[in-house]
Antibody
Framework: QVQLVESGGGVVQPGGSLRLSCAAS????????IHWVRQAPGKGLEWVAF????????YYRDSVKGRFTISRDNSKNTLYLQMSSLRVEDTAVYYC???????????????WGQGTLVTVSS | EIVLTQSPATLSLSPGERATLSCRAS??????LAWYQQKPGQAPRLLIY???NRATGIPGRFSGSGSGTDFTLTISSLEPEDFAVYYC?????????FGQGTRLEIK
């Protein structure tokens, strides 16, 4: 079955960097766009970034532009989120989520991984 | 940025009752709206997309309606496993945005 497994979370100081990974299985990874969505502790959901199935388009929310970079390696069925200049407000569980549509992006998230916690604190 | 406002914030109902959750957009999103369910300690799950289409494996008691700025998620007869937090999400414009959530709790 479709599975997404995030890793790479942890505790980092403000201004630091971290790279998250999302390992995919159970579907043709190279045919689907993938998103990152985050959830601060006890709060709601916030979309972070998207990468098209072939990596040709990337979108970011304004608050992470210039600090976060989404990328993918289709040969390894893996998605990445390189995070730098981290702020306290970036503290959240980060989920990767497969786009519901194949090749044609539809920006529905199905399914989601289990998430990885990033804590930015001094 | 399109703001989605969900109401009520908390809904207290008993199993077997009908639940009606609302989501209002700050501008028209056509039918580009989805609903997700999130249980404690779990990732969200897609329930409804394009306002009224049930995702694979979602029971028939879940239904969605609406277009433009006003949308509704209806659970026709609540099962114990339906008590959770529900989020709406729009894909009409970047950035993709979510509502703040409605907590459905057991009365």
């Amino acid at each position: 079955q479709v599975q997404l497994v995030e890793s790479g979370g942890g505790v980092v100081q403000p201004g630091g960097s971290l790279r998250l990974s999302c390992a995919a299985s159970g579907f043709t990874f190279s045919s689907y766009g993938i998103h990152w969505v985050r959830q601060a502790p006890g709060k709601g959901l916030e979309w972070v970034a998207f990468i098209r199935y072939d990596g040709s388009y990337k979108y970011y929310r304004d608050s992470v532009k210039g600090r976060f970079t989404i990328s993918r390696d289709n040969s390894k069925n893996t998605l990445y989120l390189q995070m730098s200049s981290l702020r306290v407000e970036d503290t959240a569980v980060y989920y990767c989520a497969k786009d519901h549509g194949s090749t044609v992006t539809n920006n529905w998230f199905d399914p989601w991984g289990q998430g990885t916690l990033v804590t930015v604190s001094s | 940025e399109i703001v989605l406002t969900q109401s009520p914030a908390t809904l207290s109902l008993s199993p077997g009752e009908r639940a009606t959750l609302s989501c209002r957009a700050s501008q028209s999103v056509s039918s580009y709206l989805a609903w997700y369910q999130q249980k404690p300690g779990q990732a969200p799950r897609l329930l409804i997309y394009d306002a009224s289409n049930r995702a694979t494996g979602i029971p028939g008691r879940f239904s969605g309606s609406g277009s433009g700025t006003d949308f509704t998620l209806t659970i026709s007869s609540l099962e114990p496993e339906d008590f959770a937090v529900y989020y709406c999400q729009q894909r009409s414009n970047w950035p993709i945005t979510f509502g703040q959530g409605t907590r459905l709790e057991i009365k």
